[in-house]
């Protein structure tokens, strides 16, 4: 089995949440998915488990932060196209999340970036092919 990557986001509000990912094209495993938990299938080997904040707090005994006030993580997705990167942006503005900054080009790669409804910093991206060695 190849190796897989949970990213662990406290949520206040779980069906909110879901919504808003699925919104932007993201589906859930049902098997990993409760009332306290969901389990967002972002690729093949690539997940974000959303995890109310009484779920999250279970797995550390560390304060949890507020994402809408610090940033502990950013979560960037590599994606096919520049156009891909534009209408993910979108669609999680138009669904309730908030574009904190203007997309960046740098000529061999444009970045974007939402927040989710929590506060959560994602950062779609497209890397032109013939840049990558």
């Known amino acids: 089995m190849g190796t897989k990557m949970f990213v662990n986001l406290p949520i206040n509000d779980l069906k909110k949440s879901m919504t808003f990912y699925e919104a932007l094209g993201f589906t859930f495993n049902p098997q990993f998915t ?7 299938v972002i ?3 690539n997940y974000a488990m959303l995890l109310t904040h009484e ?3 279970s797995f550390t005994t560390k ?3 507020d994402a809408q006030q610090t940033t502990g993580v950013l979560i960037a997705l590599a994606l096919d196209s520049k156009a891909a990167v534009d209408d993910m942006v979108a669609k999680a503005v138009h669904s309730g ?3 904190p900054k203007p997309k960046k080009d740098y000529g061999f790669m444009v970045q ?3 927040e989710d409804p929590d506060g959560h910093t994602w950062e779609p991206f497209f ?3 013939k840049h990558v060695t």
């Open 55 to 57: 779920k999250f707090k």
């Open 97 to 99: 999340g908030k574009e």
């Open 63 to 65: 304060p949890t932060p």
């Open 34 to 40: 409760d009332d306290t938990a969901a389990c967002m």
């Open 127 to 129: 890397m032109d092919p």
């Open 43 to 45: 690729s093949e080997h």
């Open 112 to 114: 974007g970036t939402f």
